[in-house]
């Protein structure tokens, strides 16, 4: 089984199970990403996204309920099954179902067909996710046959920060918990987005994005403590959010990017430095014209942040723009090995 980072991942989508219309699996732990990329990915493509979760199925919903008309025996369809337009088939938390259901789509994603239902051909793409054993969630064994189905391959998520970072700033997802983030994880060898907390609470990029992200935006204060302690713990809360105290206020960003402003990383937290680093991506996120403004700002951070504002850059924006952003703002050549 292949390990693949997320922008890893979405590359397999859109080129093997969308473009090629080849059957993928995704395996990896809960709360990393997997459904988010798949429907991300049809996004980009403009498809639907039917997602079956099979443990909630029986048999009859997939196979019919038999019904004897004049002209025989026919069987009665779950309405959800499509007859038109495009889209993909996500089997998402497929060994969640129990090894019979599972076995129900063989026929479905190999002859894109069950009895008399057959497949449109705008939804011949098949995706299925779960998680692997040793994640602690539910997990049935899959049949070898559904296994070798998957002629596009099985591929295991792994979280990855600068992915997740370069995501996290085209969302809404606030600066000071990013770049906090980014600083705990640079200071411990475990790694802070994704790894086993105090008391036994499981940190995972979903909790990051949905519950400590809205904390952070909504409460104050103990307020925020308590409730970001009960979804990372309580030792994990008291570190994170003394980091982001150190970050305190965010330096004046526009003032950053029309060379007037006073700031220099020299002697300021590294935390800060990236919440710096962040805020300019973000304002080239919303104004594209203001690449070379924010590349020249950050070509005085030292190379370890500017090839680190570039990196993200190139997840963000098309190659040639940040090349040509690169050349406006006469930086090029600090990273012209990098290209």
Same mark, same amino acid.
């Given at each position: 089984?292949? %390990?693949? %980072?997320?922008?890893?991942? =979405?590359?397999?989508? $859109? ?10 699996? +995704? ?6 990403? /997997? ?10 493509? !403009?498809?639907? &996204?039917? !997602?079956?979760?099979?443990? #909630? ?7 019919? +309920?038999?019904?004897? @008309? ?24 497929? @060994? ?20 008399? *239902? ?29 296994? $070798? ?5 099985? #591929? ?29 994880? %640079? ?7 994704? =790894?086993?907390? $105090? ?6 990029? %979903? ?6 992200? *809205?904390?952070? =935006? ?27 105290? =150190?970050?305190?206020?965010?330096? !004046? ?14 002697? /300021? ?7 710096? &680093? $962040? ?27 500017? *090839?680190?504002? &570039? ?12 090349? /040509? ?5 006469? @930086? ?8």
């Amino acid at each position: 089984m292949k %390990r693949v %980072r997320p922008s890893e991942l =979405r590359v397999i989508v $859109n080129k093997v199970a969308i473009e090629g219309r080849l059957p993928v699996m +995704i395996w990896g732990a809960p709360g990393i990403g /997997k459904s988010e990329i798949v429907r991300d990915c049809a996004l980009e493509h !403009d498809l639907s &996204v039917l !997602d079956l979760r099979l443990n #909630y199925y029986e048999e009859t919903d997939l196979l019919g +309920i038999p019904m004897k @008309t004049e002209s025989g025996m026919r069987f009665l369809k779950y309405n959800r099954l499509p007859t038109k337009g495009n889209g993909i088939w996500f089997f998402d938390e497929l @060994t969640h179902a129990r090894t019979q259901i599972q076995g129900l789509i063989f026929e479905l994603i190999n002859d894109c067909r069950i009895e008399d *239902y057959e497949v449109p051909s705008g939804w011949r793409r098949f995706i299925g996710a779960s998680n692997l054993p040793w994640h602690r969630s539910i997990s049935n064994p899959m049949p070898a046959g559904l296994r $070798n189905r998957f002629t596009g391959g099985h #591929y295991e998520l792994v979280p990855d920060l600068e992915d997740w970072v370069a995501w996290a700033l085209s969302h809404d997802i606030d600066e000071r918990l990013i770049a906090a983030l980014q600083y705990l994880d %640079r200071n411990d060898p475990k790694g802070w987005l994704f =790894r086993s907390g $105090n008391e036994g609470v499981e940190l995972s990029p %979903r909790i990051w994005a949905t519950g400590v992200n *809205y904390a952070m =935006r909504s409460m104050n204060g103990p307020e925020a403590l308590n409730a970001i302690s009960g979804m990372i713990g309580d030792d994990n809360a008291l570190e994170f959010m003394e980091v982001v105290k =150190r970050i305190s206020q965010l330096p !004046d960003i526009d003032r950053i990017l029309r060379g007037n402003s006073d700031w220099k990383p020299q002697g /300021k937290d590294v935390s800060e430095i990236y919440l710096v &680093v $962040n805020g300019i991506i973000k304002r080239c996120l919303a104004n594209s014209s203001m690449l070379p403004a924010g590349l020249k700002a950050a070509s005085g951070f030292g190379n370890e942040y500017f *090839y680190l504002l &570039v990196s993200l850059l190139l997840r963000n924006f098309k190659r040639e723009d940040v090349v /040509k952003g690169l050349i406006d703002s006469g @930086t090029y050549s600090i990273v012209e090995q990098m290209l």
